[in-house]
Structure formats: C-alpha cells, structure tokens
C-alpha cells in the first residue's frame, strides 16, 4: 500500500455485448444480449431498459421487446481479452488478471516510466479504446477494493481516481451493496437495519455487525468498508482457486438436472486442475435460487482431488445438503464449483486392494487410480480431436447441452 | 508379603513384564506391575487390557506370600542397585512397600494389589512349534502391519495353523509380507485368528529374552495365547476381515529379475539417503540393465546403475525407498528376484526359497 492512487482495477464495460458490438456495426447503440434461453450478458442500452445477468429470455423480451440476442463468440472474447490484458502489461509487470475481462494493477513503480497512476489510467482507456475498439472502466486507489468500488462507480466507460486523503468522503455516501462480497441477501440484511451506506457499515460496532453476519464476515466486510485491505497485487501467479459456474432457466434441482450440470461443471474443473498438474482439498459449491438468493457450502477433504467422478460427487453432497437447509426453494438458476487449497499434483503411493469398501477420495485406492486414468484418456482424446470429441453421457446427452462449451469456459474464473 | 529375589531376575523380568503395562494415563494402576508371591510360585504380571504378560520369578525365596503393585520406576531402582538379593517387603493395605538390596533402601508409595484386574485365563490347547520356526516366520511378516488404528484389521498379522503349516501374513496396504513354514506335527483342522502386531513382537522379543526353543500357540474365539517355557503371553484378537493375500498377489509377472541381494541393498541405502519422505525411489529397466534413481527439488539427485538379465520395453516404475529396501532386506539368501507387471501394479520380492513373499505397490510417478 502506498499512499498515492496506485492500484488501478480495469474493468471492461459489459464485455460480451461489448465484442458482439464491435464484430457487427449493426448492433451498436441497440439493446443486445448474449444467449440463448438465459441472458448470460448484456449490453448498457439493454441495461437501461431493465435487461439484467441471470435473466430468463422471455423476461427480457418483455422488458425491452427490441432485445437482439446473439450466440457468444467464444474465440473472439478470449482474444480481444488477451489483447486488452496485454495492453495494460505495457505499463507494468505487477498486472493481476482475475476474470475475462478484469485485472488489477500495480503502477507504484512505473511512475518513472509511464507516469502518474491518473495518466497511466488515461493512457489504458485510450488505448483500449483505440487499439481493441472496447470500452473500458478504471478505478484508481490506494487499495485493491477501492479501486473496484472506483471502476463501478467509473461506469460506463469512465475512470475514477479516488484522493488518499478523501476516501472517507467517497465511500460514506456510497450504498453498501458496493461492498465486495455484500449481495443481495446481505445488502438486503445490513439495510434493514438500517445500514445502507458503507460509512454506516464502517462505523457499525464490530458486535452489531458480527451478530447479524457472523464474526469473521462481519470483521471483514467493517474492515473493507474501512478501506483495510492489504492485498497486495499478485500478478500471474497461481490461483487460488479454480472453478467454473453455470447458468440456466429457473428448473427444479432433480437428480437428473443435477447430475448434468455439476458433471459438467466438474469435467471442466477437474479437467483445468489436471491439465496445471493440481489438485484440491477444499470444495465449494454455489447453488444460486429463483430470487438470485444464493448460498455456497464447502468441504475440506483429507486428500487432494482432481478426478472428475469424484469432483462430482463431492459436489453432489455439497448441493444436496445446501438443498436440505432451504427446503422452500423449489427452482435454482446456478450452480457453481470451486476448487481450492490447491497442492501441485504428487507422486502417489497407490495402495492393494485390502478394503472391501474402496474409497475413491483415497488417491492410491483402486478407484481413484482407475478414474484418473480413465480422466487421463479423456484429456488427450480431447487434446487431440477437441473438446467436443467425447465427454459424460448424462452431460453430453442432457437437456442443457444447448449452449456451447467454449462460451461457458468464459464464465470460468481462476481466483486469486 | 516378604520376598527375597537375585536382583538380575528381578530386573529382568520387572523390565518384560512392564512392556505390557499401559502407557496411558486413564487407568493409573494398569501402568503398574503385580507381583505375586504364593509358595512355591512367584510371578510378576502386567496389562494394558488388550495385552497381558505373566512372567515367572525365579530363585526367589518367599518369607512371607502376598502380592504388591509396583510402580514402574521400581524396575529402573532394580537395575541401578548393586548386585546382590533384593528384599521387597509390603504390609497388607498399606500405601507403602519397601525395596532393599545392595546397601541401599527405598520406601515406595504403591497401588493396592486388590485393585488390579484378573489376568485372561491360561486356558486352551495349543499347538507346539519349534521357536526357530516361530522366529523366522514372524519376524519378517510383522514388520509390514499397519500402525494406522483407523484401519484395526490391518494392524494385526493373520495367524492360520493347519494342515498346510504355520502361515502368517501381514499388510499395510502398500505392502503385504507373508510366510509360510511347514510343521512337523501339523495339526488336522485350521485354526486362524489375526494377532495383534504389537503381541507378535513381544513374543519375539519374550522368545530371544528367555532363551526359549519351542512355544505354544492358542487361538480361541476370543483371545490369543502364546507360551513360552513359564511365560504366558495373553492377547485379545481382532475382529474384522483380513485381506485375502492369495488374491492379491499375482501369480504371473512380465518381468521377472534376479538381483544380487547385498548389491541392491546398497545401491537402494545409498540412493535413499536422498529421497526425502515423500519422493519415490524411481528404477528404469532397460536392456541389460537398470538405473536406480531419486529425484528431490530441496536435495538434489542421486543415480546409480546395475547390470541385469532384463529386455524388452523399457519400465520405469517406482516405489517408496524404506519399503522397498525392506522388502529387499526381508528376503533371505544371496539372491532376490522382483516379479514386475507394470508401474501401476505391485512388484513381489522373494528369494530362493518360495515360502516368503514380499507384495510392494509402486508410487505413481508424475509424467
């Protein structure tokens, strides 16, 4: 942490809507969504007519009747993606990229070279704008979550420096859901009582807040508000954490549909963990209901995963325990997975065959080492003849296989 | 009760019986030894409820019968006395027993005799076998059980008498060790039973200490009984279903090579001191020969190469570096041969003699 404006979030505006604009002249100025029965994106002028994320098509259609959807183009977002990314590695080695279309950075040290951090944002809104054709949003601050609540106040297409010496100035009036890891249940929690600004949240007693949100939340979410974080930027780096989310239209959390989407969600995981030479103790699930009310469970497991049956299965009781404590949900619209803990794939003692009962979280056990090898010829078939060329039947063969793969590997985050 | 005993009996049997007193602190007077002075018989006793010893004292003179607990630090007294009788002397419900021998004396605080539990009893028919036989049969298996309690069955070694012989084996799940050894009076009907790892080791130890040639094997449907001469080891057994060994270890290999026992044994010392716990000892065949390798980020490498009778498609497998030296050194004779399929499947290890086999799983190396 410095004390100028250093750390810069960059944040480019409604990204897919935002390429699908830019390869067809025709969409531009006019509402666009990107999907097919779910809107997965959408562009600002969609924004404006009441089009959201997560939103059933026929929803959206009726808020804004003029809607063009539009099928993703995969390669195209992965490009220009990693074209902006290069741009902003122009200024600076410490470039931390955290999705698709956002990236942290550190310009403490180029000021010699490129500048003050304000012109360096300056220069990457140029750029972008110019080089790629995109528009992108920066916030420049003294931390790494001020400088994300800075791009989304930026937005549309504009840059925010917040001075170290009125942060309080700028973030007191600010509602609170701009807190990172405050949605909508705990937004919605923190105003009714009375808490809806983040200086409210900055100055709640460190009780209050722990009584309504749990200690460790409620210190870290007063702590952010405060403007304590000490992150630093870590560029390249290894993740975190690896997972992969998955939207549909509202449905009924049936074995079948669970089935489908988390041994989806689990080939793609499991496969990326495989293919950096990983695996993980920790797994979460996200499970995302009709009223965008989400909650996440996680296991820490004794010994690390990265098979793809037994990521699902793994899954399969997180959710399924989610499910048992909100009885009441009769309709989900995302599930999602994460890996984390991550340790380097080892050298594995594999064991005989002693156990009546073999357990396949036991990395030497019979069937753990035949799912690896079996997840093993998976990958290079893949590898050679495409994604496509094979995969689960109840994933390949499900209802849910409208929407191509590759688009969804967008919505994959390697969390830092 | 008063009791005179030479105090190198004294000392010796103080110290095998308290290797079946209880370490842990819940049930303070399981950590004690029982002495038992009658006529005509003296013995200490200890257990830890899962396994008891019962050893006799002898030369010593009782002036008085009764018995006594004594703590564990009399046995260390014992032994740091000069040499000479020891007079153990106690008054029936006092708290109190007095040790003296050697010019010194000691008054000890002590448990009270009553409270001590009753011993299993030395019930059964057991079978004879010579000592040797016992030695040479346990000592090899018992090393490859398990120590992990999660898993009990494992932690005991699989003890069958029948027809056939005196079979033991034992496994840990990465490796398996099992030996058979024929009987001269076999006996018509198999009795089996796992044994504890723990009580093997005893009776081994117990066999060595006493000098003993023959033992005597009891298995019952609830406890294990071991004789040797005037001792008697009591174990409880374990329930559970033991692997199938025969089942596990293949009876067809791809490759099978012969090794030059005390060479291997070095190459595998030498390389081992490099391989850290968790990195495997890596062996590449090749035409002709093998190379014995290890790889470790913080250490370093190490590679050493041997001539053998091997060809084919070159295998390169690999397996932890303690239990593959074990299993090397278990195997007895000059030679050792390794049986091998693939990286994904067990090695075996014998030596000339078939009745010994030596079961290993490889480490699956990373590409």
Redesign the interface.
Known sequence: MTARPSILHADLDAFYASVEQLLDPALRGRPVAVGGGVVLACSYEAKRRGVSGAMPAWRARERCPELVFVRGSFGEYRRLGDRVMEILGTYTPAVQRISIDEAFLDVGGSERLHGPPEHIALQIRRRVREEVGLPISVGAARTKHLAKIASQVAKPDGLVVVDPAREREFLDPLPVRLVWGVGPVTGADLEARGIRTIGELARASPERLAGLLGAERGTRLRALAANEDPRPVRPGGRAGSVGAQSAFRRSAPTPDLLAEVLGHLADRVAGRLRAK?LAGRTVTVRVRFADLRSVTRSITLADPVAATLTLREVAEGLVAEALADHPRERTLTLLAISVSALTA????????????ADDPRRP?SRTA?ARL?ADRSVDRVRERFGRGAIGFATVALGERAGVPDDFRELAERDGG | MRLTCPRDELAQKLGLAGRAASSKATIPILGHTLLRAEDGRVEVAATDMELSLRLPLDGATVDEPGAVMLPRLAADLVRSMADGPVVLEHRLNEGQLSLSGGGSSFSLNCMQAGDFPELPPDVGEGLTIPADRFQMTADRVVRAASRDETRPVLTGVLVRIGPEGLVMAATDSYRLAVRHTDLDAAPSEVREAVVPARALQEALRLITATRATEVEVVLTETQGVIRIGGVRLTTRLIDGQFPDYRQLVPDRFEHDVAFDRGELIGVLTRIGVLAQRTAPIRLRFEQGQVTVATVSDQVGEGRESLPVPFSGEVLEIGFNADFLREGVESVEGDEVRIGLISPLRPGLLRGADEEYRYLLMPIRLTA
């Open positions: 030479g794939e080892t050298e594995v003692q594999l064991e005989l065959a002693v156990d009546a030497g080492a090898a």
